[in-house]
């Protein structure tokens, strides 16, 4: 995808940014299944966060690539007040989000 933003990326963004599933599929041509796949590894990398995991140790506890990581958590400071990202924590902390 060159140096932008990943689709994973972008999608999360729509979705933080209040864009319901059906908005976004028809946007980006992704299914439903993979949108939710990307919102819970996008919140595993926050947990992760949260907890004090450096990149380096959340680039090996989930497999995703340092750029991935960057990505994602810069998309975590430009949305931290979304009301999207605090139910998807929750969401996560619920389910007892494994890795």
Excluded at 54 to 78: C, M, N, P, W
């Amino acid at each position: 995808m060159g140096r932008g933003q990943t689709h994973k990326t972008q999608i999360l963004d729509l979705y933080l940014s209040g864009y319901q599933f059906s908005d976004i599929e028809r946007r980006t041509h992704h299914s439903e299944g993979a949108i939710k796949r990307y919102i819970q590894d996008f919140a595993k990398v926050i947990l992760l966060k949260k907890k004090g995991f450096s990149v380096d140790q959340t680039r090996i506890a989930t497999g995703f690539s340092h750029r991935l990581i960057g990505e994602y958590l810069k998309l975590y400071k430009q949305h931290s007040d979304s009301p999207h990202l605090k139910r998807i924590l929750q969401d996560q902390k619920k389910r007892g989000l494994t890795l």
